[in-house]
């Protein structure tokens, strides 16, 4: 059984030295261990320091162009390799490599598809108090979006299955960590966490400035990924919220058409209001049924991209 341990990075040079030296080297249940970075345009020393340990690939990307295209990239980069197992970890010394054996077994073991790390954010010293309550939050509606019980829905310290990388498409270049728990859930495929220590920052995060443009960019992820894969009932929850100051609106004009008729033309308003909002109902329903009918296409496209994903070379 082979592993690939990847490493998107984007100018990782003060701290990649540490996590290569981490990987393990021999983990029961594996026979080949690999080691690929990807880089994300980093104008550093981060491919020296790579080439200095002898890593097994380089994926080269010439400018900047997302943690999701790099972690993309480099799946496609593991199943040509015959990965029976993807490890991903960031480049930043934030997941300590001796957890790589605890990802894996659940993997070997046959008891699952995907092994996510979890953090325990509540534990963390160093992260702030909103930030653990806005992690929460954001986790809880990860689960409830995806149907999963994934504790830590951002944490990028993951193991996949090749199965799992045969199903699963990234969709978005800020990040993968979402799109992929949803489309995990709504696939069947079978997700497990493990508890982990992680180390202090070395370093701000690049893929957000600050916790609101992260909750900003997870937040329309999520919903853009949720709408891919259940388009009907997100367009019927809002045809639903639109209904109700419909129904509020032209209830209220029957009100006074039926109890004080000479009051009546002075709430003409509320009869245009109410049929606003009904029309903005139904066209949303209309949307929801023809998103559901444009859902067929991806779920066949899926099956062919899988088909290619299995015969890549």
Partial sequence: MKLVVQIPCYNEEKSLEKVLGQIPKKIKGISNIEVQII???SIDNTV??????????????????????????????????GADILVNTDGDDQYPGKYINDLVAPIIEGKADIV????????????SKNKKNLQSIGSFAVRYL???????AVSGFRAYSRESLLELNT????????DTIVQAGKKGLKIV?????????T???????????????????????????????????IAVILVIPALFF??????????????????????????????????MLALGILADLISINRRLMEKILKYQKENVK
């Fill in 39 to 41: 880089d994300d345009g």
């Fill in 48 to 81: 020296k320091i790579a080439q200095k340990f002898r890593v097994d690939r380089i994926i080269k990307h010439k400018m900047n162009q997302g943690l999701g295209v790099s972690f993309s990239d480099g799946v496609e980069a593991a199943l040509r390799a």
């Fill in 116 to 127: 996510i790390a979890n953090r325990q954010t509540k534990k963390v010293k160093f992260f």
């Fill in 146 to 152: 995806s149907g999963t019980d994934v504790p830590d």
């Fill in 171 to 178: 969709i978005t270049k800020f990040s993968y960590c979402i």
């Fill in 193 to 201: 966490s493990i508890p982990i220590i992680i180390n202090s920052p």
């Fill in 203 to 237: 370093r701000e995060s690049r893929l957000f400035k600050n916790i609101w443009q992260h909750i900003r960019k997870s937040s329309v992820n999520l919903l853009r990924v949720f709408a891919v894969y259940e388009p009907f009932k997100t367009f019927l929850i």
């Fill in 250 to 283: 032209m209830l209220r004009f029957i009100y006074f058409y039926l109890f004080i008729p000479t009051d009546a033309a002075g709430h003409i308003q509320s009869l245009i209001f109410g049929s606003a909002f009904l029309i903005s109902s139904i066209q």
